[in-house]
């Protein structure tokens, strides 16, 4: 049985970032690629997009009902949330209107973290996250 290293909900947002990052690169290289093809009138499919959505499409689903308060609590969680309303929501619904319903919400958190100088606490990397 392997070990969960990060099974409280609080630290939820921790895991997911870490995981994230960590393949950011390897997601931002097949995105180069382009998406897959299928059958002709077939929605198209991003090579990670059955993926992101076994593993986080139940978070992000959480996250767009309400934003957790230990998710909003320092730089890096609330990073975490942007992430997944602003960059999931993107992948999960592509050619959909879905894909940008929750841009408010995270530009309001995006305000927020600047606004309480939490971007200046961010790495370089993160803040490109941030500021997307």
């Given at each position: 049985?392997?070990?969960?290293?990060?099974?409280?909900?609080?630290?939820?947002?921790?895991?997911?970032?870490?995981?994230?990052?960590?393949?950011?690169?390897?997601?931002?290289?097949?995105?180069?690629?382009?998406?897959?093809?299928?059958?002709?009138?077939?929605?198209?499919?991003?090579?990670?997009?059955?993926?992101?959505?076994?593993?986080?499409?139940?978070?992000?689903?959480?996250?767009?009902?309400?934003?957790?308060?230990?998710?909003?609590?320092?730089?890096?969680?609330?990073?975490?949330?942007?992430?997944?309303?602003?960059?999931?929501?993107?992948?999960?619904?592509?050619?959909?209107?879905?894909?940008?319903?929750?841009?408010?919400?995270?530009?309001?958190?995006?305000?927020?973290?600047?606004?309480?100088?939490?971007?200046?606490?961010?790495?370089?990397r993160e803040k490109q996250f941030l500021y997307m």
């Open positions: 049985m392997r070990r969960r290293l990060f099974h409280r909900a609080q630290d939820k947002w921790r895991f997911f970032l870490f995981l994230y990052l960590q393949r950011s690169r390897r997601v931002q290289v097949l995105a180069q690629q382009g998406p897959q093809h299928g059958k002709p009138g077939k929605q198209r499919q991003h090579p990670d997009q059955h993926i992101l959505a076994s593993r986080f499409g139940q978070l992000h689903g959480a996250l767009v009902r309400a934003v957790p308060t230990n998710w909003t609590t320092t730089p890096r969680s609330l990073l975490s949330a942007v992430i997944v309303l602003d960059q999931f929501s993107r992948n999960l619904f592509r050619d959909d209107a879905r894909a940008f319903a929750q841009d408010t919400v995270a530009l309001a958190l995006t305000k927020n973290a600047i606004a309480r100088g939490w971007d200046t606490d961010l790495s370089a």
